[in-house]
């Protein structure tokens, strides 16, 4: 069994800062990719940032050069830098690991957090 662990989400003033964090736990043998998704009421889960096991990242259009995603590979644990928040930005952030491995030739399986908010104030 794999478990996300998000941690991070709060308040904050628009133009302010919050950090994410999110540590997976279980029998894994390797992660593709970890990132990070926002929704909000009414609207399609949206890409926040991602990041390969090769390092490679991608950004939503709209976080681009305020939003930083990083990974530490020896605790599974992938983070989000949020810096310039704005009242837009509020939602309800989910971790995500893709394609993972429970073994060198389990077939790929995503996992998902439970979620946790961030809303940013104006």
């Known amino acids: 069994q794999v478990q996300l662990v998000e941690s991070g989400g709060g308040l904050v003033q628009a133009g302010g800062s919050l950090r994410l964090s999110c540590a997976v736990y279980g029998s894994i043998f390797s992660i593709n990719a970890m990132g990070w998704y926002r929704q909000v009421p009414g609207k399609q889960r949206e890409l926040v940032a991602a990041i390969t096991s090769g390092d490679a990242t991608n950004y939503g259009d709209s976080v681009k050069g305020r939003f930083t995603i990083a990974r530490d590979y020896a605790k599974n644990t992938v983070y989000l830098q949020m810096n310039s928040l704005k009242p837009e930005d509020t939602a309800v952030y989910y971790c995500?690991?893709?394609?993972?491995?429970?073994?060198?030739?389990?077939?790929?399986?995503?996992?998902w957090g439970k979620g946790t908010l961030v809303t940013v104030s104006s």
């Open positions: 995500a690991a893709l394609g993972v491995l429970h073994g060198p030739s389990d077939m790929g399986m995503d996992y």
